[in-house]
């Protein structure tokens, strides 16, 4: 079975730019994945930030974006807020098969 | 508004069964499946299966196959997920998500504790 790879831990400063990715072992991520992107603050449910590579729902922050970059999928975080310190999960499809990513551990500090 | 209200915690010994259940609102039942995902204690998000509201279609993960099943009443507009033979690794928090082919509205979770 497949493996999604994402950083475990990352950390940005208040305002700065943070990009975090989402690979996988079977090689490259294509939009063929339609990578999500989903925000886990402590003690909550998830919520959708990014489906399908890169298109947002009404309630996902501007400063959010989704893209392709080399090879994998990639959130792209421009201007990190406080309240985006969170775990970050990003989800692949195979064929009949979806799988998470081990999640980032975002530091906004 | 689009709302999802799951059932409330459950504990279980091992070996017994638990059925979760998802209630929705807000939107057309039949247009959009129901995704269910655990998250076991301190640890990340597993995608456990799929279910199409509009013909009852199934898609669960390999690894819980024969032990799972995810039906939906269109009645009442309910999902429903029962996992059978439990084991103290199926201790997590488990939630539904409204998905067209990826979640997009999640429920609230449910705690399943299993223990003796």
């Known amino acids: 079975q497949a493996v999604v790879t994402q950083e475990p831990s990352l950390t940005v400063s208040p305002g700065g730019t943070v990009t975090l990715t989402c690979g996988s072992s079977t090689g490259a991520v294509t939009s063929g994945h339609y990578p999500y992107w989903f925000q886990q603050k402590p003690g909550q449910a998830p919520t959708t930030l990014i489906y399908?590579?890169?298109d947002k729902h009404s309630w996902t922050p501007a400063r959010f974006s989704g893209s392709l970059l080399g090879g994998k999928a990639a959130l792209t975080l421009s201007g990190a807020q406080p309240e985006d310190e969170a775990d970050y999960y990003c989800?692949?499809?195979?064929?009949?098969?979806?799988?998470f990513g081990g999640g980032t551990k975002l530091t906004v500090l | 508004q689009v709302q999802l209200v799951q059932s409330g915690s459950e504990v279980k010994n091992p070996g017994a069964s638990v059925k979760v259940s998802c209630r929705t609102s807000?939107?057309?039942?039949?247009?959009?499946?129901i995704t269910w995902v655990r998250q076991a204690p301190g640890q990340g998000l597993e995608w456990m299966g799929w279910?199409?509201?509009?013909?009852?279609?199934?898609n669960y993960e390999q690894k819980l196959q024969g032990r799972v099943t995810m039906t939906t009443d269109t009645s009442t507009r309910t999902a429903y997920m029962e996992l059978r033979s439990l084991r103290s690794d199926d201790t997590a928090v488990y939630y539904c998500?409204?998905?067209?082919?990826?979640?997009?509205?999640w429920g609230q979770g449910t705690l399943v504790t299993v223990s003796s």
């Open positions: 989800l692949l499809a195979y064929s009949d098969a979806r799988l």
């Open positions: 998500a409204r998905a067209g082919g990826n979640p997009d509205y």
């Open positions: 807000g939107y057309t039942f039949t247009t959009y499946g």
């Open positions: 279910i199409s509201t509009f013909n009852g279609n199934t």
């Open positions: 399908d590579t890169s």
